[in-house]
Structure formats: C-alpha cells, structure tokens
C-alpha cells in the first residue's frame, strides 16, 4: 500500500505497518508508509524524505522516482554542504558544477562541500530512481575531498572481515578528507555478521535487494529490498541474510576520519 506503489485508497484489512521508530536510536521504514513531499527546486520529482536530524541523524536522506523531465537544476548542496546521488534504476544526466556526467544502475556521484550538484531524467520518457544524501562537511586542515563519479560494477568485491559470502564494496576512496563513506554490503542467503556491532558511527541503509532478519537495538526484525533503516550512534546492529537465492544487500552510509568533538 501507499503512494509509492500506487496503491492508495480504502484496504480491506485493519491498518497496519512494519514501520519502526526509535527517535535517535533506530528506524524501520519501509516505503508503505512513504509521502510525497514537495521540495523547491525539484521539478517533476516524487520524493520521499528519510532520515533526518528530527530523527536523530547528521545527515538527510531522500528516495526520488524521477518522471518524465524530472530534475533539479536549482541546485543542490553547495556551501558546507556534502552530497551523494545513487542512481537505483534508469539512466540520470548529473552535473559536479559544470561538469556532466551520465548515470544508469549502480552509478553514483559524490560532490564535495562548495561543489552544486544538479541532475535531471534522461532515461527516454521512463521514469528513473535514485537514493540522494547531505550531510554538513567536517573539514580537517591540510586535507580535502573531490568530486567522485563510478559506478559499483568498476569496484573490488572484498571478502568482509574474512567472510567470503559476505561482500563489501566502498563506493569512496579512503583518504582522510573524507568524513563519510558510502558502501555496500551484500550477504548471500543464510550469511550473517560476525558479530552485533556497537559503534559511534551512524548508519542511513537502503535495501537494494533480498531479505534479511536484522537485529536492532536487540529487537530481531524481517526487512527486504525498498525498506529503509536508519541506525543511530551506538545502537547494536547485525543480521542475517535469508530469503531464497537472492542476496539480501544494502546501501549505505558511514561517518568515518574524524575524532569526535567533546
Ligand atoms: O560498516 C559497518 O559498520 C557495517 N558493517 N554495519 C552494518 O552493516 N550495520
Ligand atoms: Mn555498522
């Protein structure tokens, strides 16, 4: 049900969602629950805010479906401001400044802090999807980022933490610059972490595929390809990957390179 699947009006059935939230802790979010927003600056767009500070996250995440003429050529980030653009399906013309770019699947763009990212549909009339973020840079003297394009299928597939059904790619080059990362780590059915982690760092998840039963904050709970999960400093997190040949993987960020601040 909901708008993102079109499926809106009465249901023949009590109202129900697997939605979960935990301001500051944890969220659940699957895109049942999903609305339209409106945001200047996105023309021919239906986008859908994620993640936010009013959350408990430093950072904001969107889910976009760009229609036919879908863009945002206003702008977006800029001063102080970092930003990340997923393409998830079709095929998205973006701008680093004026620099331009082509997207399809698996295609990604970082800019920098000053750096105006615009993009617009470009996917011959059909609709596009793309999973987009900002965050507030942390800069560091005598370091920097740039502008990174790529997309996943060019990135090595690292066996994680030893663990060969388990595969991590890192989307961002490791340079202490950067004060996040994007990854993807992708669990073939019946593979799980190695351990519940506990960490500082905050986590915005996309699922990008499969199904798993993911541990938060020691609750055990089913999500799969479309859900959400926001993950918050230290909350406990793992899971285990299930489902039926499909490997259950996700999208996601990472802070990363800085001390914290007392
Ligand atoms: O990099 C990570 O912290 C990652 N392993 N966390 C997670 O998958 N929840
Ligand atoms: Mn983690």
Redesign the pocket.
């Given at each position: 049900m909901g708008y993102r699947n079109k499926n809106t009006g009465y249901v023949n059935d009590i109202l129900a969602s697997r939605s979960v939230i935990k301001r500051a802790n944890y969220a659940i979010i699957p895109p049942d629950g999903l609305v339209n927003n409106s945001i200047p600056g996105f023309e021919n767009c239906e986008l859908s805010i994620l993640a936010t500070p009013k959350l408990g996250a430093t950072f904001v995440d969107y889910i976009i479906t760009l229609l036919d003429g879908g863009q945002n050529k206003a702008g977006f980030g800029g001063e102080g401001i970092e930003t990340f653009f997923y393409c998830l399906e079709g095929k998205i013309t973006v701008w680093a400044d004026d620099a331009e770019h082509t997207l399809e699947a698996g295609g990604y763009i970082y800019c920098p802090a000053g750096v105006i990212l615009k993009f617009a549909n470009s996917n011959g009339g059909a609709n596009s999807e793309a999973f987009l973020y900002k965050k507030k840079y942390e800069a560091v003297a005598g370091y920097e980022t740039h502008v990174v394009v790529n997309n996943v299928a060019n990135l090595e597939k690292i066996a994680?933490e030893g663990m060969k059904d388990v595969i991590?790619q890192n989307l961002l080059p490791a340079d202490l610059g950067f004060d996040m990362n994007f990854?993807i780590?992708s669990f073939e059915p019946g593979a799980c972490?190695g351990y519940i982690?506990t960490?500082y760092?905050e986590?915005g998840?996309y699922m990008l595929s499969g199904e798993g039963v993911y541990n938060l904050d020691n609750e055990w709970v089913p999500v799969k390809k479309g859900d959400y999960l926001f993950?918050g400093a230290y909350v406990p997190?793992?899971?285990y990957a299930v489902g039926r040949g499909e490997a259950f993987s996700?999208l996601?960020s990472?802070d990363c390179n800085r001390d914290p601040q007392l």
């Amino acid at each position: 049900m909901g708008y993102r699947n079109k499926n809106t009006g009465y249901v023949n059935d009590i109202l129900a969602s697997r939605s979960v939230i935990k301001r500051a802790n944890y969220a659940i979010i699957p895109p049942d629950g999903l609305v339209n927003n409106s945001i200047p600056g996105f023309e021919n767009c239906e986008l859908s805010i994620l993640a936010t500070p009013k959350l408990g996250a430093t950072f904001v995440d969107y889910i976009i479906t760009l229609l036919d003429g879908g863009q945002n050529k206003a702008g977006f980030g800029g001063e102080g401001i970092e930003t990340f653009f997923y393409c998830l399906e079709g095929k998205i013309t973006v701008w680093a400044d004026d620099a331009e770019h082509t997207l399809e699947a698996g295609g990604y763009i970082y800019c920098p802090a000053g750096v105006i990212l615009k993009f617009a549909n470009s996917n011959g009339g059909a609709n596009s999807e793309a999973f987009l973020y900002k965050k507030k840079y942390e800069a560091v003297a005598g370091y920097e980022t740039h502008v990174v394009v790529n997309n996943v299928a060019n990135l090595e597939k690292i066996a994680y933490e030893g663990m060969k059904d388990v595969i991590l790619q890192n989307l961002l080059p490791a340079d202490l610059g950067f004060d996040m990362n994007f990854h993807i780590l992708s669990f073939e059915p019946g593979a799980c972490h190695g351990y519940i982690e506990t960490h500082y760092q905050e986590h915005g998840a996309y699922m990008l595929s499969g199904e798993g039963v993911y541990n938060l904050d020691n609750e055990w709970v089913p999500v799969k390809k479309g859900d959400y999960l926001f993950m918050g400093a230290y909350v406990p997190q793992a899971t285990y990957a299930v489902g039926r040949g499909e490997a259950f993987s996700y999208l996601y960020s990472k802070d990363c390179n800085r001390d914290p601040q007392l």
